[in-house]
């Protein structure tokens, strides 16, 4: 097969910011392209809805708001910008923008080069955006080839959750830090984190908000989890810090006062740990890398953490530029080699295109909630 010929049409998810004020999700035809020699074309069956991708997805929408868009030509759902926030979405007013990080499928058409060939049948996993629809192009270098007998559902996020915690083991070594410290840490990421710096030998500080959350990350073998919602949340987490000496996080909230307290606790631990007083603070550089936008509000601290320390934004995509496509070869050969143990992520349904223009499931994915992500099959 040197071409596709599955028909010329695949069905695929766009959100369009409108300029009456509402952000629409709609179901759209699009013409499938010929392929060039150098491309496949994947059936995707399998794509994760994670925060990053309501990024774009929901933008700063009210998602209380959503409503089915019945006039609409397409299946169509709409929900109401906040007019304080429409600033936010002046740059993508009136473009359709298909969305979706991630997802695995299998290859059903070729392009004529030996490398797009190889590929026909196999399942594979690829990221780079447009997952949101039934049949993707995609290069054959941009494809992981799955091992035979693997699920598109075992390769569906194989990317970005997995290659950010080893991002964040790569930082701390790069930096020369000797432990980790995470925020909201029961989630996906935060499972795969556990067990990786377990695997890596990295003593890792788990900030969670609940004592379920707690209860879940003890039972998959974190050694050190604090929870926010205690009271005595700022000693436990000066104890945790001091005990495994980290002085570097990274932080999926953002906004409120979370990344500030660490820096405080950091501080303290180093103070407690015998630093000798200065009116400067400890000569212990403290790093909190802000990764994740799940509280949008402003970020807020008061500087009682001395004169040394640091809050920058973190993003998988530059970290991974900044390797040799060597070493991203290695780490995504370890990802596929640990998808099952170390990165297998956790869905609490399986859902349609269909279903990603439901209001009532909207806002239940929006909730982006411990243990409730969706895995999208555009495919059926
Ligand atoms: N910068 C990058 O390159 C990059 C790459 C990958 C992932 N990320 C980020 O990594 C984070 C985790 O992704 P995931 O797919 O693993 O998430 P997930 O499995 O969907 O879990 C989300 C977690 O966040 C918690 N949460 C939600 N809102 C919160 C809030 N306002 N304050 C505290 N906790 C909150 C939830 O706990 P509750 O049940 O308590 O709500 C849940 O445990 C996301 O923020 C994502 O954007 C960033």
Redesign the pocket.
């Known amino acids: 097969m040197a071409s596709n010929d599955v028909g010329s049409v695949a069905q695929a998810l766009f959100s369009t910011a409108r300029d009456d004020g509402a952000i629409a999700i709609s179901i759209e035809p699009r013409d499938i392209a010929p392929l060039a020699a150098d491309e496949v074309l994947i059936r995707v069956e399998a794509a994760?809805v994670?925060?990053?991708d309501m990024g774009l997805l929901y933008g700063v929408a009210d998602v209380a708001s959503a409503r089915v868009d019945a006039p609409a030509a397409h299946p169509t759902m709409v929900m109401d910008v906040p007019p304080a926030l429409s600033r936010a979405v002046a740059g993508r007013l009136g473009q359709a923008l298909p969305v979706g990080n991630e997802g695995a499928g299998t290859v059903i058409a070729a392009g004529a080069s030996d490398e797009a060939q190889a590929l026909l049948g196999k399942i594979v996993a690829t990221f780079g955006g447009a997952m949101y629809r039934s049949h993707r192009t995609a290069r054959a270098v941009d494809c992981l080839v799955l091992p035979d007998g693997a699920s598109a559902r075992e390769g569906a996020s194989l990317t970005?959750?997995p290659l950010?915690a080893m991002a964040m083991v790569g930082t701390l070594r790069r930096g020369g830090y000797s432990a980790l410290c995470h925020?909201?840490a029961?989630?996906?990421?935060?499972q795969m984190l556990v067990k990786l710096c377990a695997a890596e030998g990295v003593p890792l500080v788990n900030i969670v908000?609940?004592a379920e959350?707690a209860a879940l990350l003890r039972g998959i073998g974190a050694q050190h989890v604090v929870d926010s919602s205690q009271a005595d949340f700022m000693a436990a987490l000066t104890d945790a810090l001091a005990e495994t000496g980290a002085t570097l996080a990274f932080d999926?909230?953002g906004?409120g006062a979370l990344a500030g307290q660490i820096l405080t606790a950091m501080e303290a631990a180093q103070v407690k740990k015998g630093a000798p007083f200065s009116i400067y603070g400890t000569n212990v550089h403290k790093q909190v890398n802000i990764?994740?936008?799940?509280?949008m509000g402003p970020t807020t601290f008061s500087r009682s953490f001395g004169l040394q320390w640091g809050i920058s934004g973190?993003?998988?995509?530059p970290y991974l530029m900044s390797l040799t496509p060597q070493e991203v070869g290695e780490m995504r050969a370890f990802v596929i080699a640990h998808r099952n143990d170390i990165f297998a992520s956790h869905y609490s349904a399986d859902i349609s295109l269909a279903d990603m223009v439901r209001p009532d499931l909207a806002q239940a994915i929006a909730?982006?909630?411990?243990g409730?992500?969706y895995l999208l099959n555009p495919s059926i």
């Open positions: 994760p994670n925060p990053s970005v959750n950010t925020t909201a029961a989630s996906n990421l935060g908000r609940s959350q999926a909230i906004g990764y994740g936008a799940l509280d973190f993003l998988l995509t909730a982006k909630a411990t409730k992500k």
